[in-house]
Structures are given as C-alpha cells and as structure tokens.
C-alpha cells in the first residue's frame, strides 16, 4: 500500500492548488477524463493536486472505481470514520460532465461510520459534472475544520468559508442561502442539515436540494468535519477524443425517448422552438421541468417509467411479497391489501400531488418529480415525490395509508439530511416494541405510535431527524437502538445487515436481493447490482457485445438455486462498471446503453463489453478488499432470519418460504474467487485483473 | 357472483393495469376465469404466464399465493378479489 503524501505546508487561506511530489504529469486520455483529482485538508486548510495515470483512468474507471483507488491507497486501515483522519472523496465517473444520456449523477465513497465497512452511494446531483468542468475527477476531503465551514471550488480556485450562519439550517434553507451568491444554475451542491451536524449514524448529504446520498451515514461524516456544504462551479468544458462519433451515439440513445413522446407533441416541440415567442414558452416549460404530454406508440416502459418513475411499483411490490411491511413480521397482501391500503400510497395517488417533473441532469427519461399538499397537516411546497423505498418504508412498513403524511416524512429525511430507508426501518422497529410492551407511551415522549398513525410516525421522524428526546435513541439506526434498548426482544426486533437495515425488497421474494444484502461490501443496499434484475425482473445483461457465455450465464430461474453465484457475479460486475461510468441504474431499464461505445467515443479507447466487464469486477474486488483489510469477515455479514424466513411469514404469498443465504452468499464469493472463511482474494483473479500489487498483502 | 381482479406490471411487453369486477358464473374456476378475463385486461394471461415464471408466482387469491397447476381446481367465491402481478423494479 502506497499513502500519498500531502505536499509541504502551505500558509492557510484560499489559494490555488499545488500538485503532490512524486505525481508526475503523465499523459492523459484523448478526451472524457481529466486526469487530475483535487485534494483537500480541511484541518490545514489547503489544497493539492493528484494525478492519475491514463493506466488508472482505464482500469477502474471513475465513480466508485477511482473512488476505492484512491482511499486505498490513502486511508489507513482502522480509521475511525468519525475522526479527522477520515477521507471522503466526491467522484465523476468517467462518462459524466459532457452531457452523456443518464450521466447526471455524483458519486461518494469512504468508510461508513454506520456498518464501519466500505461505504458508497451513487445519487443524482450536478456537483460531480461541475468538478469535471473544473478540470478534476474527483474531490477527496479530509482533516476537520475547527468551525463551521462550506468549501466552494470555482473551477481551480479552493475556498474554505466560515459556514456558522449556515450551522443549524435545513438543507433547503443552507442550499438556497448559497444560491443567492452562487449561481443555481451552474453549481453542484452538497449540503448536510442538523442529522449530519448531529452526526446522526443515518445522516445524508443532499445534492441541489433533492437528491440524497443517503446511505450508510455519509452525513455524519461531514457533520464530523464541520463541512457544512461544497458547493463547486466549473467553467471548463471537457474535450473529447471522437466528439462526432459520441454526438452521434447521444442522438442514438436519446430518440426512442423523444419517440416515445407522439406525433404531436413533437410537432409542438418542433414549431414551439422554431417560433420566436412559442421558443421562449419551450424553453420555460422545459426550464421548470414541466412535462409535455406523453403519447403515440411510444414504448410502455419510458411511458410508465417517466409518467410515474419507481412510485409504479409500490401497490405491486406490496401485494406479491416483494416489499415486506409491518417490520417485515406482516404480509402486504394481508396487512396492506392493494384493493384498500396499498393503492392510496403507490403511483396515481402520488401523482395527484405532482408539481412537475425532476431529472438528475442530462436524462432522457426524466423519472423524478416535485410535489406539494397544498393544505393541511402536511402542507409541503415543492418537495421531492416520494419514490419507491420511502412510499414502502413510511407507508406500507408502517401500515399508513396517509399519503401526505409520507411525503412530509421524506421531506423531513431530505431536509434535515437523513435517510429514509434506514429512518422508516427504525420506526418499524420502535412501532413493533411499543405494540409488544416494551417500549411504554411515556418512554416515547407521548408519541403514540401504533401501527398506521400518521401523525404519530411524522413525529418521531421529525424526532429523530433532530435529536429530541427519545429521537436521540433511534437517531443512529435499528442496530444502535437495540443495543441501547440493550433487551433480546429489541434485538430480534431490529432487521439489519451489520448495522445497516436492508431496502424495501425481500430476499424471500427476490433471493439474489438478498445476495446482495449479505454479500456486497455495503451490507443491506439495494442498489449494488444483483441478479435480480433478471430473476425478478426478466432483463437480459444489457451488454451484446459481451462474451455469449456471458451473457447467457447472466439469466437464472425465480426459485432455483442453480447458476446464481456466477450470474451475481456478471450483474454485480456490470452494475460497478455502471458506477464507474457514472450512469444511472435505471439506463438498464430499456436495454441498456452502449456503454463501452460511449466511453471508447470519448475517452478515444477501444474498451469492449468484456473489458467493461472487467473494470466492473477489479472495481467490486477494491470495495470488497477494502473491508477485508479492514479485518471484516465474510461471516460478519448475517442476514436477519425474518430476511430468510427462519422466522417465517404466517400469512401471504411469501407464507412459509425460506432462502438459504448462505449457500448464495458462498456461490457468490465462489464464483468472485474470494475465499468464503478470510474473504481474501484468489491470487490468480488477482493477477488476471492486474490488482495484485495494489491487493498483495491481501491476496492468496 | 362478482369477483374482482387486479392485473398489473409489464406483461409480454406492455404495461397493464386492470382493476375491475367482473360477473362470473357460479362455481368457475381460476383457470376458466382467467380465460374470461384476458380479452378485458387486454393482456394474454395464459402465454404470460407460462412465459414468466415471476407472474406464475405472483397469482393470488384473497392475498395467498394460488401455485399455476391449481388454477384449475381453485373454485372462486362471490367477493373474492384475485390479483396477478408483474414485478417492477424498485429503487
Ligand atoms: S432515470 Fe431517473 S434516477 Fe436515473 S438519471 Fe434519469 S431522472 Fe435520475
């Protein structure tokens, strides 16, 4: 392991950036990367320059890649990541910054205070482009400021500004008060709220005021450095090595979703631009994210998909078992019917609430929204729509049926910066010990929360979003709570994976979700890239130019064992690549994107599917060593037994089904070469991705 | 008797959404119902489900699961709600 050394000191202030000895300039791709990652040292207040060898850029790629690159090489093992020492890093994947379909994406990476394992997230947010426009790939941040402080990064230019009047606003508050002398326009913003100042263990960062960094309690790592908010402005364009051939694959990806729009909407589209004043009326409707009417013969995925987004899948998930409820002891279809419950929670009831649609940036498919409750208890104006992890967690979990007071409990989570995943979880575990007895009204601060009461679930939210009273229990998560409530019947009524509390999927519905919870070294996400996608969800490896094994060992049966250790490993390699390009998820929805193609046009590289591939599974190897170096055994990682049906269901379709996550977990590392007892890498995998140097002391 | 079905998700590459009562003999089965009831939801439930092995799964009778090879000897109530669901991807 090599550990950057920081250059020689420099006086504090702003100033523009040094380059570390031992960087030499080397040469850069022919376009799409930058080469350079910007360093920061919040105790010394000053900054540095890293560069990163065209050999780097290739082979992990951007995003978490270069992310667990970085931090590998910088970040000494059993850092407490609530400490100084600490490093987080802000990453562009390497697709990200020039407009690329999908790419309006930001990534995070460092070691999560919540689960002490490799943390990353990937959210929607402009702050990673506009590093890219500043000439950088990525941000890394460590030390502590000694007050409140907000970086500002204006292209070269590094700020560390007093944040004290920022200290205790909400993060719309804090990212509105920064847009008042920066423009909103043209800057990323970063911003933690009082969860993160409070170091709250489920703490997020929120991205231009609607995305979230949410899990693994990346708040609280900047609420430990005192960073308030980051705010970057790049003026920069990044230059690119076939940049016809990479208009041309844009213009590719991006028709069958203008399609989808009919006929006459696009003759609208058409006449309304080419008319001077219907040009200014376009520009304002597509400016505040109005949607113009979908229509014709487009496909019914986009359709759905940009009509509703993930809010589709809630009455659905519900009812068949795949979103458990009732912290996961109920079944939906039973406790949460779809003909009464279900659908008062789930995409036309939200739509109702709509104000207009939201994207990441540079989306064609645009499957966000905005909306307001004009009156009432939960009046909100203009706040992110509720999608489908919070519309679960807060409703069906909790059996509340109340959908404005959802929306105001994913309003508190984003203002406050906390995440709704971990956050609704909790309060399924608290709702379950106060209806068993033990927890007592009086202990909850009069908050009467039974099973469905709204009011009662937006107030212990909002509790535990700010620390007051019995919130200061449940602020860090099910798995602190429980050790705090320190009793077996807390215990067993908190559903985690090593501290972190699983996503809104059933393993028992979806068993190689489950691999995922288990096996990924974020413990209990959702969006590591499992083989779900095609054992629930019928898609193909969106990859055809891959190897036809490949993509034929991608594709599994719903219930059987067989072939899902091997097809965990393609998707979960193919998902890291996804992250390392820096595109969303959902561009798989409709087949995926020519993903290899895009990055060869820009960067002027001659990557195939397989090499894409590749750099997926060096990327996942990295996260997962990460954690073994950090002592983490494989065996650490336990699915809860409501997860597995060892505690099984009574009632519903998932009544009496079981899944054994041990044998997947242990086909998983099989298939990955990591040995099932240390979790230490095979030397031969090793070495035929090139990362045995990097691994060596943890290779073998 | 009225028996009400709800069929929704992506079946055979189009997104249904059906919620309906609809008036069926005395005594039909599941198998027969299914047969009625394609032409309305406007999707073919036979060749979905014997194409999707998640949307087999995912036939329900009053919120339990009904396995394929039951549907014809699982004999349908007045008031019974059946549901058949395509998963959707969450996020
Ligand atoms: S598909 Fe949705 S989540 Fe993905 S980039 Fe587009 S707007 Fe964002």
Redesign the pocket.
């Known amino acids: 392991m090599t550990t950057m050394p920081p250059p020689e000191a420099d006086p504090p202030g702003n100033h523009d950036n040094d380059r570390a000895p031992g960087t030499p300039p080397g040469e850069r791709a022919a376009g799409g990367v930058a080469g350079k990652l910007l360093w920061v040292d919040l105790s010394e207040k000053r900054s540095w320059e890293e560069v990163v060898s065209p050999e780097v850029s290739r082979a992990f790629l951007g995003g978490y890649g270069l992310g667990a690159w970085a931090l590998y090489r910088n970040l000494e093992p059993g850092t407490d990541p609530l400490s100084a020492d600490n490093i987080f890093g802000i990453v562009a994947g390497t697709l990200t910054g020039y407009g690329t379909p999908?790419?309006?994406?930001s990534q995070i990476v460092s070691r999560s205070p919540l689960t002490g394992t490799w943390a990353d997230s990937n959210s929607?947010g402009a702050i990673a482009g506009q590093l890219k426009r500043c000439g950088y790939d990525g941000l890394f941040v460590r030390g502590c400021a000694d007050s409140p402080t907000a970086l500002i990064i204006r292209d070269g230019k590094v700020s560390f500004e007093d944040a004290t009047d920022l200290w205790g606003l909400t993060t719309f508050e804090a990212t509105d008060r920064l847009a008042e002398r920066l423009d909103r326009e043209k800057t990323g913003f970063s911003v933690i709220g009082p969860a993160g100042e409070k170091q709250s263990l489920i703490a997020a960062v929120i991205n231009d005021r609607y995305h979230a960094w949410g899990r693994q309690g990346f708040g609280a790592i900047l609420g430990s450095k005192k960073l308030k908010a980051i705010a970057v402005q790049g003026s920069g364009q990044v230059p690119l090595a076939h940049p016809a051939a990479f208009k041309a694959l844009c213009e590719e990806i991006n028709l069958p979703y203008r399609e989808a729009h009919s006929l006459l909407v696009r003759f609208m589209a058409y006449v309304m631009k080419t008319n001077r004043f219907m040009g200014f009326v376009y520009r304002m409707i597509t400016k505040l994210g109005l949607k113009l009417p979908v229509g014709g013969n487009q496909a019914p995925m986009i359709r759905t998909?940009r009509k509703m987004?993930t809010t589709s899948a809630v009455s659905v998930s519900t009812e068949n078992g795949d979103a458990p409820v009732k912290n996961w002891t109920g079944a939906g279809s039973k406790d949460f019917p779809l003909s009464t419950k279900a659908y008062k929670v789930s995409d036309e009831a939200v739509q109702r609430y709509i104000d207009r649609s939201?994207?990441?940036?540079?989306?064609?498919?645009?499957?966000?929204g905005v909306v307001s409750v004009k009156d009432g208890a939960y009046k909100t104006d203009q706040v992110r729509r509720p999608d489908y992890e919070t519309l679960c967690g807060f409703g069906a979990n909790m059996l509340n049926d109340n959908l404005e007071s959802v929306v105001m409990c994913h309003h508190i989570c984003n203002n406050y910066g906390m995440d709704a995943v971990s956050a609704a979880a909790t309060l399924g575990m608290v709702a379950e010990l106060y209806e068993k007895g033990v927890l007592t009204i009086d202990e909850l601060d009069g908050v009467d929360l039974r099973w469905g009461n709204a009011e009662a679930i937006v107030e212990m939210t909002r509790k535990m979003a700010t620390r007051e009273g019995c919130g200061d229990l449940f602020a860090d998560g099910s798995a602190k709570a429980a050790e705090r409530l320190g009793t077996d019947g807390a215990r067993e009524a908190a559903v985690h994976v090593h501290g972190q509390e699983p996503a809104y999927h059933d393993p028992k519905f979806s068993m190689s979700m489950g691999t995922g919870y288990v096996a990924d070294p974020t413990p209990g996400r959702h969006t590591t890239g499992n083989a779900s996608w095609n054992e629930s969800f019928g898609m193909k490896l969106p990859l055809p130019d891959a190897k036809p094994a490949t993509v034929e060992a991608a594709s599994v049966g719903l219930r059987s064992y067989e072939g899902k250790g091997e097809a965990q490993r393609i998707w979960s390699n193919h998902h890291q690549a996804l992250n390392g390009s820096g595109?969303?998820?959902?561009?798989q929805?409709t087949g995926g994107l020519p993903y290899s193609r895009l990055i060869n046009a820009a960067t002027g590289w001659d990557m195939t599917d397989d090499e894409f591939l590749d750099a997926g599974e060096r990327i996942q190897n990295m996260r997962h060593a990460f954690n073994v170096r950090e002592g983490i055994k494989p065996a650490d990682f336990k699915a809860h037994p409501r997860m597995t049906g060892e505690v099984p269901l009574k009632h519903g379709p998932l009544a009496g089904v079981k899944v054994d996550q041990q044998k997947l977990k242990d086909m998983y590392f099989d298939a990955m070469d990591w040995d099932r007892e240390s979790g230490r890498v095979s030397a031969d995998r090793a070495k035929a991705l090139g990362i045995e140097e990097t691994l060596a002391d943890l290779v073998g | 008797m009225k028996v009400r079905f709800f069929i929704r998700g992506y079946m055979l590459d189009t997104f249904v959404s059906f919620d309906r009562k609809l008036r069926l003999p005395d005594g039909c089965s599941m198998a027969d119902a299914f047969v009625r009831v394609e032409k309305k939801a406007g999707v073919k439930l036979s060749r979905c489900l014997a194409e999707s092995e998640v949307v087999a799964e995912s036939i329900l009778l009053n919120g339990e699961r009904v396995p394929l090879p039951r549907l014809s000897e699982t004999t349908l109530s007045d008031g019974d709600e059946v549901s058949v669901l395509s998963p959707l991807a969450g996020?």
């Open positions: 999908f790419s309006g994406r929607g998909w987004g939201l994207s990441c940036g540079d989306c064609p498919l645009v499957c966000k595109l969303c998820m959902f561009s929805l | 996020g």
